[in-house]
Protein backbone atom coordinates (compact mmCIF):
# COMPACT_ATOMS: atom_id res chain seq x y z
CA UNK A 1 0.00 0.00 0.00
CA UNK A 2 1.84 3.27 -0.73
CA UNK A 3 2.75 5.79 1.56
CA UNK A 4 0.01 8.37 1.41
CA UNK A 5 -2.47 5.77 2.01
CA UNK A 6 -1.56 4.41 5.05
CA UNK A 7 -3.74 4.29 7.81
CA UNK A 8 -2.72 3.82 11.24
CA UNK A 9 -4.05 0.91 12.34
CA UNK A 10 -4.09 2.24 16.37
CA UNK A 11 -5.79 5.36 14.78
CA UNK A 12 -8.28 3.13 13.58
CA UNK A 13 -9.10 1.63 16.65
CA UNK A 14 -9.22 4.46 18.80
CA UNK A 15 -10.89 7.69 16.68
CA UNK A 16 -7.13 9.23 17.17
CA UNK A 17 -7.58 12.72 17.97
CA UNK A 18 -4.40 14.82 17.14
CA UNK A 19 -3.09 18.99 17.57
CA UNK A 20 -1.46 20.20 15.59
CA UNK A 21 0.57 23.00 17.34
CA UNK A 22 2.54 25.47 14.94
CA UNK A 23 2.37 28.86 13.86
CA UNK A 24 2.86 28.47 10.48
CA UNK A 25 -0.48 27.95 8.89
CA UNK A 26 0.46 26.98 5.98
CA UNK A 27 2.25 24.10 7.83
CA UNK A 28 -0.31 23.24 9.61
CA UNK A 29 -2.81 23.36 6.47
CA UNK A 30 -0.26 20.78 5.08
CA UNK A 31 0.19 18.51 8.52
CA UNK A 32 -3.69 18.27 8.78
CA UNK A 33 -4.15 17.42 5.30
CA UNK A 34 -1.84 14.51 5.54
CA UNK A 35 -3.25 13.45 8.76
CA UNK A 36 -6.61 13.01 7.95
CA UNK A 37 -5.94 10.69 4.94
CA UNK A 38 -4.56 8.60 7.70
CA UNK A 39 -7.93 8.66 10.15
CA UNK A 40 -6.28 11.22 12.27
CA UNK A 41 -8.66 14.38 12.92
CA UNK A 42 -6.46 17.35 14.53
CA UNK A 43 -7.43 20.51 15.43
CA UNK A 44 -4.98 23.28 15.43
CA UNK A 45 -3.20 25.68 17.59
CA UNK A 46 -0.57 28.47 16.51
CA UNK A 47 0.92 29.00 20.22
CA UNK A 48 0.89 27.73 24.01
CA UNK A 49 -2.02 29.33 25.18
CA UNK A 50 -4.41 28.31 22.41
CA UNK A 51 -2.61 24.55 22.70
CA UNK A 52 -3.58 24.42 26.34
CA UNK A 53 -6.98 25.42 25.99
CA UNK A 54 -7.85 23.13 23.37
CA UNK A 55 -6.55 19.99 24.84
CA UNK A 56 -8.51 20.92 27.55
CA UNK A 57 -11.96 21.43 26.03
CA UNK A 58 -11.23 18.47 24.08
CA UNK A 59 -10.23 15.17 26.54
CA UNK A 60 -10.70 12.96 23.39
CA UNK A 61 -7.36 14.22 21.87
CA UNK A 62 -4.53 12.07 22.19
CA UNK A 63 -2.04 12.87 19.82
CA UNK A 64 0.58 15.72 19.14
CA UNK A 65 2.83 16.92 17.11
CA UNK A 66 4.36 20.19 18.09
CA UNK A 67 6.61 22.51 16.26
CA UNK A 68 9.69 23.38 18.23
CA UNK A 69 10.22 26.86 17.90
CA UNK A 70 7.00 28.42 19.24
CA UNK A 71 6.44 32.03 19.72
CA UNK A 72 7.77 32.23 23.57
CA UNK A 73 8.34 28.44 23.85
CA UNK A 74 10.40 25.44 22.80
CA UNK A 75 8.18 22.68 21.42
CA UNK A 76 9.78 20.14 24.42
CA UNK A 77 9.00 22.63 27.44
CA UNK A 78 4.96 22.55 25.93
CA UNK A 79 5.34 18.99 25.44
CA UNK A 80 6.64 19.17 29.20
CA UNK A 81 3.38 21.43 30.36
CA UNK A 82 1.01 19.07 28.37
CA UNK A 83 2.27 15.79 29.73
CA UNK A 84 1.79 16.95 33.21
CA UNK A 85 -2.52 17.48 32.56
CA UNK A 86 -2.39 14.42 30.07
CA UNK A 87 0.40 12.04 30.90
CA UNK A 88 -0.93 9.50 28.59
CA UNK A 89 -0.76 11.98 25.60
CA UNK A 90 1.26 10.89 22.37
CA UNK A 91 3.37 13.53 20.71
CA UNK A 92 6.09 14.26 17.89
CA UNK A 93 8.23 17.13 17.64
CA UNK A 94 8.15 18.74 13.81
CA UNK A 95 10.82 21.34 13.36
CA UNK A 96 12.77 22.76 10.37
CA UNK A 97 15.75 22.03 12.18
CA UNK A 98 17.58 18.44 12.65
CA UNK A 99 17.14 17.43 16.57
CA UNK A 100 21.34 17.97 16.96
CA UNK A 101 20.89 21.58 15.87
CA UNK A 102 18.20 21.72 18.79
CA UNK A 103 19.20 23.29 21.98
CA UNK A 104 18.78 20.39 24.91
CA UNK A 105 15.73 19.23 25.70
CA UNK A 106 13.63 18.89 28.45
CA UNK A 107 12.10 15.75 27.87
CA UNK A 108 13.73 12.34 26.82
CA UNK A 109 12.69 12.25 22.89
CA UNK A 110 12.56 8.96 20.72
CA UNK A 111 14.57 9.44 17.65
CA UNK A 112 11.73 8.57 15.50
CA UNK A 113 9.12 10.78 17.22
CA UNK A 114 11.14 13.87 15.85
CA UNK A 115 10.56 14.68 12.34
CA UNK A 116 12.09 17.62 10.14
CA UNK A 117 10.07 19.95 7.64
CA UNK A 118 8.93 19.38 5.12
CA UNK A 119 6.83 16.68 6.51
CA UNK A 120 5.79 13.65 4.59
CA UNK A 121 3.53 10.43 4.52
CA UNK A 122 6.85 8.36 4.98
CA UNK A 123 7.99 10.54 7.92
CA UNK A 124 4.91 10.39 9.68
CA UNK A 125 4.02 6.94 9.02
CA UNK A 126 7.51 6.34 10.45
CA UNK A 127 6.83 8.15 13.76
CA UNK A 128 3.03 7.21 14.56
CA UNK A 129 4.64 3.90 14.09
CA UNK A 130 6.28 4.13 17.61
CA UNK A 131 2.87 4.39 18.99
CA UNK A 132 1.21 1.28 18.06
Known amino acids: MPDFF ?11 KAI ?6 LGCILLKSQLSKMAIFADVASDSDSAMRI ?14 HLPGIT ?3 LIKQLLEQRPELKYVIVSGIKPDECDTFDIEIDPKCFITKPVTPYKLKKAISVFE
Open 75 to 77: GDK
Open 20 to 25: IIDDDS
Open 55 to 68: LHQNPDINMAFVDY
Open 6 to 16: YICPMCQQKNT
